[in-house]
């Protein structure tokens, strides 16, 4: 790494005035998103050593195993992003309702609501493949002054101000936005500092590479199962490769920078898709659509959804702008 990069604070000192809303906050929220990445780094980086792997005993509201790492993940964000007395709200997909940030005023003067997945893909840390953390942030719409309220959080993906994720992979990065295009930074973890990496990233308007985990694929729907044989289909730019991390930012990552979809369909096992709204889907096809990918549920834009409750699941396709629109067709074609 070039210390010759910027660090991630100054990009984000230098970007400042791009924030409309800024007087330092979203420094601030981004600066503890980072403190707080580093930390749970650290803990995934040394997994196998200490006694933080495994099952904490206990599942989440989504009644999925909650891993050591995940409740220790979760713990470390919420705490970063409260003492940093920068938030109203937090919802994480490890808590079962949003916990209202009452600030260090007591009256509530805080703009900013964030939804997290602190550890994404935690089924995979035991097996030393890469997991993520993804964050999503609004700008809360009831008065403030006032506690939060469940409106805050259940906003339109399009009205997101910034959303990022963290890959703790075979380097660590940070990858977000705040509107203004999509920008990586990686930890050099000798010195504990991000640099930008990968500046202004976008994913190829095409690409040749699918992820959708094909153990489902007897349930999934017409249209899907006819857009996965299409990639199959030996012809001049076909068969595509397959390639399924099963950690989300992992996939969505290596999708952005070389092309490809990633499909998380319903099924008869998942009725409404895996994957959830608020945490990981919107958060992604904000991500997506800056880099001038798109992101749906088949037939609709994923930030125009209207959520109707903090844990809700819908159906995800995401990536190369082309190959949504393809497998969109199909979905058309066979619904
Ligand atoms: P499956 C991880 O639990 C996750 O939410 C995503 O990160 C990942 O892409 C997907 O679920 C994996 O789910 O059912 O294929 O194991």
Redesign the pocket.
């Known amino acids: 790494m070039s210390f010759k990069n910027k660090t991630l604070g100054e990009f984000i000192n230098e970007n400042q005035h791009a924030f409309k809303y800024t007087t330092g906050e979203l420094s601030s929220l981004i600066n503890s998103i980072r403190l707080a990445a580093k930390v749970v780094n650290h803990e995934v980086n040394q997994a196998g050593l200490v006694d933080i792997t495994g099952a904490a005993g206990d599942t989440n509201i989504q009644g999925?195993d909650q891993q050591k790492l995940d409740v220790y993940a979760n713990d470390i964000f919420i705490r970063t992003l409260i003492n940093r007395n920068i938030v109203c709200g937090i919802t994480s997909e490890e808590e079962d309702d949003f916990i209202v940030v009452n600030s260090q005023d007591e009256n509530h003067q805080n703009k900013y609501v964030v939804l997290i997945?602190p550890l994404?893909?935690?089924?995979?840390i035991d097996v030393n493949v890469s997991?993520?953390t993804i964050f999503s942030v609004y700008r809360r719409i009831t008065p403030i002054g006032t506690p939060v309220t469940m409106d805050d959080f259940l906003q339109e993906g399009r009205h997101q101000v910034a959303a990022g994720y963290v890959i703790y992979g075979t380097s660590t990065m940070l990858v977000y936005t705040t509107g203004h295009g999509v920008n990586g930074f990686t930890l050099n973890p000798a010195i504990g500092t991000f640099y930008l990496s990968h500046p202004d990233m976008e994913f190829p308007e095409d690409g040749n590479i699918y992820?959708?985990?094909e153990?489902?694929y007897l349930e999934f729907p017409e249209g899907i199962k006819k857009y996965i044989k299409y990639c199959q289909k030996l012809e001049e730019d076909r068969p595509y490769t397959s390639r399924?991390?099963?950690?989300?930012?992992?996939?969505f990552h290596r999708n952005m920078i070389k092309g490809g979809i990633?499909m998380?369909p319903k099924s008869t096992k998942?009725p409404k898709g895996?994957?959830?709204l608020l945490y990981?889907c919107n958060p992604m096809a904000f991500i997506a659509e800056q880099a001038k990918g798109k992101a749906s549920d088949g037939y609709t834009r994923i930030l125009d959804i209207k959520p109707t409750e903090l844990h809700q699941r819908v159906p995800f396709i995401c990536g190369s702008k082309n190959m949504v629109e393809k497998a969109e067709e199909f979905m058309k074609e066979f619904s």
């Open positions: 999925e997945d994404d893909g935690s089924s995979n997991v993520g992820s959708v985990n153990g489902n399924y991390i099963g950690s989300l930012a992992s996939d990633y998380y998942n895996k994957l959830r990981e």
